[in-house]
């Protein structure tokens, strides 16, 4: 695609629920990158994937935080029995190679938990 | 723990004006870079330079670095309202794969 895409762009959910966030990458990158930030904040490294695969997930916060990646492409961020301070804007980037070299982000999704 | 830290947290100046942003981090790095970002969603990639470069230039933009004292500045010259955003550093250790780490940002305001 033309860039990295993150859908929904807002989420407001109640306290408990699940929530599936999705990141598309740009066609050909082999690294993709999920952070977090919160209002006024910088952001904060949750996992990365080179392929499928995720060789560092030191940064999910919690275990009801996991992710995936299926065919070396889509990315879904889960959070199970949301909190209030998972409140957050969501950001995914791509990389060609997980090789830090410049990373492309998405737009973000916009979590609220009531 | 924390690599990069941009230095000042805000920064409102006139347009036309050069807008001076430091950055400055922990431990030993492959290279540094600079992203914008608009209204708290996603960053753009501004500039990398990379550890063994002391300075580069893009367009407005000029980024040092300075290994020894593990810091980088980003100039914006000759400013305009366009530029309010939010600038982050973001270091690459070394290692190969660990991933970047950004610091918290520099808020932007310029006013027309």
């Known amino acids: 695609g033309a860039g990295v895409s993150q859908s929904p762009s807002n989420k407001v959910t109640e306290k408990g629920k699940d929530v599936e966030l999705r990141c598309d990458p740009i066609?050909?990158?082999?690294?993709l990158y999920w952070y977090r930030q919160s209002l006024g904040q910088g952001l904060e490294f949750l996992i990365y994937?080179?392929?499928?695969?995720?060789?560092?997930k030191s940064g999910l916060p919690s275990d009801r935080f996991s992710a995936e990646r299926t065919g070396g492409s889509v990315s879904t961020l889960t959070i199970q029995r949301t909190q209030q301070e998972d409140s957050a804007v969501y950001l995914c980037?791509?990389?060609?190679?997980?090789?830090?070299?410049?990373?492309?982000f998405g737009p973000g999704t916009r979590l609220l938990v009531l | 723990s924390q690599q990069g830290e941009e230095d000042p947290q805000a920064l409102s100046i006139q347009e036309g004006e050069n807008a001076t942003m430091n950055c400055s981090y922990k431990?030993?790095?492959?290279?540094l870079q600079w992203y914008r970002q608009n209204s708290g969603r996603g960053l753009v990639h501004l500039i990398l330079?990379?550890?063994?470069?002391r300075e580069k230039h893009s367009g407005r933009l000029r980024v040092t670095l300075d290994t020894s004292k593990k810091s980088s500045s980003l100039l914006i010259t000759a400013s305009r309202a366009a530029d309010t955003a939010s600038y982050f550093c973001?270091?690459?250790?070394?290692?190969?794969?660990?991933?970047?780490?950004f610091g918290k940002g520099t808020r932007l305001s310029v006013i027309a």
């Open positions: 980037a791509s990389s060609l190679q997980a090789n830090q070299e410049t990373q492309y």
């Open positions: 066609s050909g990158h082999t690294a």
């Open positions: 994937f080179q392929g499928n695969s995720a060789p560092d």
């Open positions: 431990t030993s790095i492959n290279n």
């Open positions: 330079i990379r550890s063994n470069e």
């Open positions: 973001a270091t690459a250790g070394l290692g190969g794969n660990t991933p970047l780490v």
